[in-house]
């Protein structure tokens, strides 16, 4: 099965920027209730073993999000529905996601059972959203214009980010967590009826109707008709960088606590969290319009290794403002990875199983994220700095590998071979 090509014809700017709205809403859930509300609803209920109870929780929860993510992009290239092929996906997680997005906030506070159950269930519907969202790049948008829509989605993800760092803490530092845990499915949900409401008429159906067996959809998540080996290695360089960007995700409030404990770990994380994002997003727009003109490769190989040099050093200083410098650093330097290895993902996804290799790019943010949370949460058993500064030289690491894999592994000459082949 062939899917239809997107139009040579350009997109217009408003399609552009309506197309990627889902991930303002699915980055303002992730961020918030991550970074800032699972701690949060962990530590009312425990004092005892944070960071692996929340390192766990995550793994458990992103692990499952990676798996229906997957699941959704195989079963979204097989759906017929005269809504398209994505738009029913799309639908059903962002709306169906709101009960279990809050119903950690229904019993204020919460059993571990509940909190459990609720961040697994927003994990569940977010990623069925999210993993049919992805294939759009590839579905819908012209591959000159990839970059650039590439480049307003990690605008959209870090206004998500936003959001999440400004309006939820504010909400948590004053005591309304359960408030907040409406407010982040109420958002999802209308990104998602918005971001349908765009494609509407451009997200065409399958051509043909496949008959759709869990076990068989299960069984092909492992398989794939056109191996295209350059891209897998996209995958797993970005995985490395991701993990190295993603140490802090779940324990950035226990990080202020013990590193500046003088301030609010809500404000400390606001600070922090707000400063980064302006630069990150700058370079994430930037770098997405300039790929489309200068090539991918290059942004990216060194956005990876300046990101391993600022990692380190901001686990190396006892300054709260030298480490706000050092952080913008580190975040005009992840902008590349954040909006440019997608657009490179979608150049070089085969279009028939478009839903499937974006799901697999999926992994390097998802996965990423789960292995982040277990393994940094193993090592900050006891919070002291010590550990958190084995967490800095870690991420610092992991950077550096990311940026070594592309280097020899994601070469100019297979990335034109295979592009050119395609285009």
């Given amino acids: 099965m ?71 992009g195989i079963i979204s290239d097989r759906t017929t529905s005269r809504w398209g092929k994505r738009t ?33 269930g927003m994990q569940f519907f977010t990623n069925v959203g999210n ?65 349908s409401l765009v ?22 998540m492992f398989h794939v008709r056109t191996r295209v080996v350059v891209f897998f290695w996209v995958v797993v360089s970005a995985l490395l960088a991701n993990m190295g960007l993603n140490s802090l995700q779940f324990f950035a409030r226990f990080f202020f606590e013990t590193y500046f404990p003088s301030i609010s770990p809500d404000a400390g994380f606001r600070i922090m969290g707000t400063i980064s994002l302006v630069f990150t997003m700058l370079a994430a727009v930037g770098s997405g319009l300039l790929s489309d003109k200068i090539g991918r490769r290059k942004l990216i ?12 050093g901001m686990g190396l200083t006892n300054n709260f403002y030298l480490f706000l410098i050092v952080a913008a650093i580190r975040s005009a330097a992840t902008g590349p990875i954040i909006a ?14 478009a839903g499937k290799y974006m799901a697999y790019n999926n992994l390097s943010t998802g996965l990423s994220g789960a292995l982040a949370s277990l393994i940094f949460g193993l090592i900050l058993t006891s919070m002291t700095k010590t550990g958190f500064v084995i967490l800095f030289v870690i991420s610092a690491l ?26």
């Fill in 2 to 72: 062939t899917t239809i090509p997107a139009s040579s014809s350009k997109r217009s700017i408003m399609f552009l920027l309506g197309m990627p709205i889902l991930m303002l809403g699915a980055n303002f859930v992730w961020v918030s209730y991550n970074s800032v509300l699972l701690p949060t609803l962990v530590e009312n209920t425990t004092t005892s073993y944070r960071g692996p109870t929340v390192g766990l929780l995550g793994f458990l929860g992103t692990m499952v999000g990676i798996v229906v993510s997957l699941l959704t």
């Fill in 88 to 120: 029913p996906s799309i639908l059903v997680g962002s709306l169906i996601g709101i009960p279990f997005i809050a119903l950690a906030g229904f019993i204020y506070p919460p059993a571990l059972p509940v909190i459990a159950i609720s961040f697994i």
């Fill in 131 to 195: 993993g049919a969202w992805w294939p759009l790049l590839v579905d819908t948008v012209p591959e000159q214009q990839r970059g650039l829509a590439s480049g307003f989605q990690g605008l959209y993800t870090l206004l998500g980010a936003a959001l999440g760092i400004g309006l939820i803490t504010w909400l948590n530092q004053n005591g309304e967590t359960a408030i907040a845990l409406w407010v982040i499915g109420i958002v999802f949900a209308a990104t998602g009826v918005i971001n």
């Fill in 199 to 220: 494609i509407r008429g451009y997200d065409k159906p399958a051509e043909q109707a496949q008959p759709i067996n869990l076990w068989n959809v299960t069984k092909e």
């Fill in 301 to 312: 190989l060194g956005a990876m290794f300046v990101s391993a040099v600022a990692t380190l």
């Fill in 340 to 353: 440019v290895v997608p657009a490179l993902a979608s150049d070089l996804a085969p279009e028939d199983e």
């Fill in 398 to 423: 992991l950077f550096l590998a990311g940026g070594l894999v592309f280097q020899f592994k994601v070469t100019q000459k297979d990335l034109d071979k295979r592009i050119k082949r395609t285009g």
